[in-house]
């Protein structure tokens, strides 16, 4: 996508705020190619605008944005619903630029999203923007084009949602690495009961394939199972270049590549289970579409 010069004047704000954006963006659709076309058509709108009559770009943007974003979550909407097995967001790498900081929140785990992804689209938007923008209500009501008093019934209905299924207890950054660096090593190990120890009771596992790559087509629940499952694959032959350690939606990573493609990104999830950090939730990326900007 074509970015504002600097000294654009107006124009500017789009590459001011395009951290955000994305943000926005991708909170309400999960996919980054889909995120990146709607920045792409939500610029074109945002540079014919006559922008001596906004009084708030910031907000102006985000409503061009949401538009745009629910437009083409509609749009995809039958594709989510036969879509082959689990859909899983696409990772999203971290980075050290402002926009990259500006993604830094535990709203784009991979958790939080599935949460979201259970809203309708009204009802992820007005969270969204509420909760990630915390634009007021009457701004909000402006962009969906629905009543304030509507819009404050949504935005109550989606956090009581949220608040209910809303991942708690997750470790800070530093601590949850250590524990998946372990978790990692014994599970190429192929050490079962290391591996076990390490997965909370409740252990989920979820894979993603698209129908393009193999993948367990159901969640796969309890760490002994689990375990097992994670342990069996690993008896499969590994490329050389071996794990590559990283940080995907704030959440501790491995990726995995074939002639330095990347064809499987784990995402890890970890959590204070009762005073002990355990992995909680692995969630294996496989479909290729979404491993392709990574």
């Known amino acids: 996508m074509t970015a504002p010069a600097p000294d654009d004047g107006p124009l500017a704000e789009f590459d001011r705020h395009r951290g955000l954006l ?25 540079s014919a605008v006559d922008h001596a009559e906004v009084a ?31 859909w899983l967001p696409e990772p999203l790498p971290a980075g050290d630029d402002a926009a990259d900081r500006a993604l830094r929140t535990d709203d784009v785990t991979v958790a939080m999203l599935l949460v979201l992804e259970t809203l309708s689209p009204d009802e992820r938007a007005v969270f969204v923007l509420r909760e990630a923008f915390d634009l007021g209500y009457d701004e909000i009501a402006a962009t969906l084009a629905r009543p304030v008093a509507t819009v404050r019934q949504i935005a109550h209905r989606a956090r009581e949602h949220v608040s209910a299924r809303r991942p708690r207890f997750t470790v800070p950054p530093d601590r949850a690495r250590r524990v998946a660096e372990a978790f990692v090593d014994a599970t190429l190990g192929g050490d079962l009961d290391a591996v076990t120890a390490m997965l909370a009771p409740e252990a989920v596992q979820l894979s993603d394939g698209g129908g393009k790559a193999s993948a367990a087509l159901r969640p796969i629940h309890g760490r002994e199972k689990v375990a097992r499952l994670l342990v069996g694959l690993t008896r499969r032959p590994l490329p050389a270049a071996g794990p590559e350690f ?34 909680t939730a692995v969630y294996t990326v496989r479909n290729p579409d979404k491993l392709a900007h990574l």
């Open 22 to 46: 994305f943000r926005l963006a991708y909170e309400l659709l999960g996919s980054v190619a889909d995120v990146e076309d709607v920045l792409q058509d939500s610029w074109l709108r945002w």
């Open 56 to 86: 708030n770009p910031r907000a102006y943007l985000a409503r061009i944005v949401t538009r745009q974003a629910l437009n083409r979550l509609r749009s995809t909407a039958r594709t989510r619903e036969t879509y082959p097995g689990q």
């Open 246 to 279: 990283g940080v995907l939606n704030e959440m501790p990573a491995v990726l995995l590549r074939e002639d330095g493609i990347v064809h499987t990104a784990v995402l890890l999830e970890v959590s204070d289970v009762e005073g002990t950090d355990l992995v």
